[in-house]
């Protein structure tokens, strides 16, 4: 049995129909996140030019360092203080958040609270 949708699963159509949104912002570039078992990764990225200007995980050096584990939530503060330093010395400070379908709790929003606190816009 075939199915009309060619994207792939709902999670994916969702995924692609948010970024679209996000994306007709063109004045902010997007801090998009990335979860997965072990690491965390932030990156914003400007959509007009589709390029990467700012990353940081839980593989970076500067955060690697700091933390034992890379699953807690003291680990994605790092990463969001890291990402808010980053993004500061490059002077952007307005960008559109991307959570990427996770829910906004846990090291999603421990993430979003330190980059905020760091002084980026959301």
Same mark, same amino acid.
Do not use: W
């Given at each position: 049995?075939?199915?009309?949708? %060619?994207?792939?699963?709902?999670?994916?159509?969702?995924?692609?129909?948010?970024?679209?949104?996000?994306? =007709?912002?063109?004045?902010?570039?997007?801090?998009?996140?990335?979860?997965?078992?072990?690491?965390?990764?932030?990156?914003?990225?400007?959509? =007009?030019?589709?390029?990467?200007?700012?990353?940081?995980? %839980?593989?970076?050096?500067?955060?690697?360092?700091?933390?034992?584990?890379? %699953? %807690?939530?003291?680990?994605?503060?790092?990463?969001?203080?890291?990402?808010?330093?980053?993004?500061?010395?490059?002077?952007?400070?307005?960008?559109?958040?991307?959570?990427?379908?996770?829910?906004?709790?846990?090291?999603?929003?421990?993430?979003?609270?330190?980059? =905020?606190?760091?002084?980026?816009?959301?």
């Amino acid at each position: 049995m075939a199915t009309s949708r %060619t994207y792939g699963s709902r999670k994916d159509i969702r995924k692609a129909r948010v970024r679209k949104r996000l994306a =007709r912002s063109l004045v902010r570039p997007r801090l998009s996140i990335f979860r997965s078992n072990k690491h965390l990764y932030a990156q914003i990225i400007d959509d =007009r030019n589709q390029k990467t200007l700012v990353c940081a995980s %839980t593989l970076s050096k500067e955060v690697k360092g700091k933390i034992k584990k890379t %699953t %807690t939530m003291d680990a994605a503060k790092e990463v969001g203080q890291l990402i808010g330093k980053k993004a500061l010395e490059k002077d952007i400070s307005k960008v559109c958040f991307d959570r990427n379908c996770y829910l906004y709790h846990g090291r999603v929003k421990a993430l979003a609270d330190a980059a =905020r606190a760091q002084g980026l816009q959301f």
